[in-house]
């Protein structure tokens, strides 16, 4: 899983891969992987530098 953000609407959520809509503002929008892979936020799942 990924954690992805609308760049839209700024919505956050877990995912295989990004959806053709945001399940929040259901805009066909751009989303970011902010998924970290680094040991330090392991924790969170997500990278709060992008997201
Ligand atoms: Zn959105």
Do not use: W
Request: net charge negative; hydrophobic share 20%.
């Amino acid at each position: 899983m990924s954690e992805f953000k609308c760049t839209n609407c700024g919505y956050t959520f877990s995912a295989q891969a990004p959806p053709k809509e945001c399940p929040s503002c259901k805009a066909k929008c751009e989303f970011v992987d902010i998924t970290c892979y680094i040991p330090d936020c392991q924790d969170k799942g997500k990278d709060d530098r992008l997201g």
